[in-house]
């Protein structure tokens, strides 16, 4: 049985490096160690952990925005050679191959961005924890948002600015719930259907485009409401004192 790209593709993150991923908990006790002699109060001490959860849940987002992006260009490169397929046979057109070779270009400053962040996020975790800035890291470990992770208003300070913050977490855990579980996987076998029918001539170029567009601007709204979660977390633990990432 032959299995669609797609799927093919969206299996690609299992085959990643068999390095164990970066775990967040021995990063903050080692900047912790590090600087015994200049945090020792503990709003100092609770300051410096929020930099270090800062940086790693911003160099996370950046190794999952590069991993969406590699998948999407091999998606979008499955389309390109259904594209010229059907130039080279007669029955399409070359303005189709150059559209989707027109998109699959439009990635790369999107990737040039999540690299630099990349290499931001390492330099600023590699001197809160004293070591040299080009010290490799790794990869994040996964962890997705959890609503169950955050604590009822009603059980916290009644402070504005608290609330506001466990109200904003809970909305983007929410909507990245809708985009994993729901819009996603429609999105994507609905790409895969729409390539199918444009293989077949029952459908046109454009309307395959708008299928593999449909599931990049997903993928990136998931990882966008993925980073403003764990942020608006950083920022309750430090307002709290609560430890709501481990």
């Not at 593709?9 to 085959?15: D, F, K």
């Not at 070591?131 to 604590?151: E, K, N, T, V």
Request: net charge negative; proline share 6%.
């Amino acid at each position: 049985m032959r299995i669609p790209p797609l799927l093919c593709v969206l299996a690609t993150g299992a085959a990643l490096a068999a390095e164990p991923p970066l775990q967040l908990a021995p990063l903050v006790q080692e900047a912790l160690r590090h600087n015994a002699g200049n945090a020792t109060a503990p709003f100092e001490q609770r300051k410096l952990v929020s930099r270090v959860k800062q940086a790693y849940v911003r160099l996370r987002h950046a190794w999952r925005v590069q991993e969406s992006i590699e998948r999407d260009r091999e998606l979008l490169r499955n389309l390109l050679r259904a594209a010229e397929a059907s130039y080279s046979s007669g029955k399409g057109l070359e303005q189709d191959a150059l559209k989707a070779q027109l998109q699959i270009s439009l990635l790369e400053p999107r990737l040039i961005e999540a690299q630099s962040e990349m290499g931001a996020g390492e330099a600023e975790l590699n001197a809160l924890l004293g070591r040299p800035p080009d010290s490799p890291l790794g990869r994040p470990a996964d962890d997705a948002p959890r609503m169950l992770d955050i604590p009822r208003e009603e059980q916290q300070e009644k402070a504005a600015v608290t609330l506001t913050g466990y109200r904003t977490a809970r909305v983007a855990a929410a909507q990245w719930d809708v985009y994993e579980r729901t819009i996603l996987p429609q999105a994507r076998f609905a790409a895969h259907a729409s390539l199918v029918s444009y293989e077949s001539g029952a459908s046109d170029f454009l309307n395959a485009l708008a299928g593999y567009t449909a599931v990049i601007d997903a993928e990136k709204k998931r990882d966008d409401l993925e980073l403003d979660f764990f942020l608006a977390l950083v920022r309750l633990e430090e307002l709290t004192g609560a430890e709501l990432i481990h």
